[in-house]
């Protein structure tokens, strides 16, 4: 057989004449190499994942812009840009196949967590804390509380309020009608201050307060674990990408005009996972990046599962930290 004969043969996927080259393929590629035909060989040939992987590497040696070349044209997912590569994809929730699938948190979950599509809907608001006042209350900033205290005295401007507690009594008195009390701005700190008589107010004579308290409560603690989870994923990720990455606007692909929403994030050790990947697979069908097509896909195969402890509550101070960002939004 001449040269020639050789090359096709590898081409065409017929590996029997390696017999010649000690049965090595990477003899092959130097013979070829040293007669300055590598260029001959095709790297998408019929049976090229025999040895495509190994063909890779001897780029990876002696042909850096041919390596390059293919691994960029075989990982749909990559771009470089200036020497750096990017992961391209539509949605955050593809990295989801990066984490084990398991009891505490499925794949799934994680997905809708990354898309802002995850609602946590097995809490009621009213199982998660039996004292609302010490939850939200005690815990509102001085301008949350002004606001608080303001809205009750509006909400019960007029009315004749039961003397449930001591404090009410000596309201009632100072007010010269023991029987009631009139709630106004010059009892209400005193009130609010009270949580006995507050948490019957709440109960009596403000219902759908109370019901906005419990809702407040609720989503500000469904928010905090939900970030809280967020975070986790993320400190996971970030052990092959760098950062959070950003949404960019391109054109789509083939109808004119139209602008599409692709996450682009800058990926952490690139050419070290791509060559370990190689030498890991070198002479196994379907190991090849080639048959998985995509960087996530790739990873998804050669390294093991993500996973982390999924917390059992969120960070108390984030809770406190959604109350008030949010308490106005509710009243």
């Known amino acids: 057989m001449d040269v020639q004969d050789l090359i096709d043969s590898f081409n065409e996927g017929d590996d029997d004449f390696l017999i010649h080259f000690s049965n090595d393929v990477v003899v092959f590629f130097k013979f070829l190499d040293r007669r300055g035909l590598l260029n001959e060989l095709d790297p998408e040939g019929r ?69 802002g599509e995850y609602e946590v809907d097995y809490w009621s608001s009213y199982d998660l804390t039996d004292n609302i006042y010490r939850d939200v209350i005690e815990e509102l900033t001085k301008e949350n509380l002004r606001y608080l205290k303001d809205y009750i005295v509006k909400e019960l401007e007029g009315k004749q309020i039961e003397l449930y507690t001591e404090l009410l009594e000596s309201i009632a008195e100072r007010q010269g009608h023991p029987e009631y009390v009139v709630v106004d701005q010059s009892n209400i700190d005193e009130i609010v201050d009270d949580e006995e008589t507050m948490r ?88 090849t990046l080639e048959y998985w097509g995509s960087y996530l896909s790739m990873l998804k195969d050669s390294v093991s599962c993500l996973s982390f402890r999924v917390p059992d509550y969120p960070d108390s101070r984030e809770v406190d930290k959604n109350i008030n960002e949010y308490f106005g939004d509710y009243l």
């Open 47 to 115: 049976r090229a994942e025999n040895y495509q992987n190994e063909l890779l590497l001897f780029y990876h040696e002696n042909d850096k812009e041919k390596f390059w070349k293919y691994v960029l044209k075989f990982l749909g997912d990559v771009e470089m840009v200036d020497g750096v590569a990017y992961l391209v994809i539509d949605s955050l929730g593809e990295f989801a196949q990066l984490f084990c699938d398991d009891r505490d948190i499925s794949r799934k979950t994680i997905e809708e967590i990354l898309d």
């Open 200 to 287: 019957y107010i709440l109960t009596h004579d403000l219902d759908d307060l109370k019901s906005d308290l419990y809702n407040i409560y609720g989503n500000a603690y469904s928010w905090a674990y939900e970030s809280e989870l967020y975070g986790d994923i993320w400190g996971e990720i970030n052990d092959y990408f760098i950062g959070k990455g950003q949404w960019l606007s391109r054109p789509h692909s083939y109808r004119q005009g139209v602008e599409v929403q692709r996450y682009v994030i800058p990926i952490k050790d690139f050419e070290t996972h791509i060559l370990d990947f190689l030498h890991q697979y070198k002479g196994y069908m379907n190991g």
